[in-house]
């Protein structure tokens, strides 16, 4: 079992920054990708960006250039630099680790972009 605890998320104004982590614990030692989804109320769950253990990265065209995801394996700790945020980043955050075909949530952290 893998688990994960996320911190991070907030409140903060148009063009402003926030980092997300997302720590896993448990049987760690062997989780490959980790990443980040976002959902809003009455839309799908949208994948934000992932990190293959290797430092393979992906990210959704609408965060590119805006977000960092990284990655500190000897820390089994993933982080979301989220700088430039715009109101249609607000949603909750939800961390994610796949170990063994098995895919592993976080608690989610809400992230809200507000003037």
């Known amino acids: 079992q893998v688990q994960l605890v996320e911190s991070g998320g907030g409140l903060v104004q148009p063009g402003g920054s926030l980092r997300l982590s997302c720590t896993a614990s448990?049987?760690?030692?062997?989780?490959?990708?980790m990443g980040w989804y976002r959902q809003v109320p009455g839309k799908q769950r949208e994948l934000v960006a992932t990190?293959?253990?290797?430092?393979?990265?992906n990210y959704v065209d609408s965060v590119k250039g805006r977000f960092t995801i990284s990655r500190d394996n000897a820390k089994n700790t993933a982080y979301l630099q989220m700088n430039s945020l715009k109101p249609e980043d607000t949603a909750a955050y939800y961390c994610?680790?796949?170990?063994?075909?098995?895919?592993?949530w976080g608690q989610g952290t809400q992230v809200t972009v507000s003037s």
């Open positions: 448990g049987s760690a030692f062997s989780i490959n990708a």
């Open positions: 994610y680790a796949d170990r063994d075909f098995v895919r592993y």
């Open positions: 990190i293959t253990k290797s430092g393979t990265i």
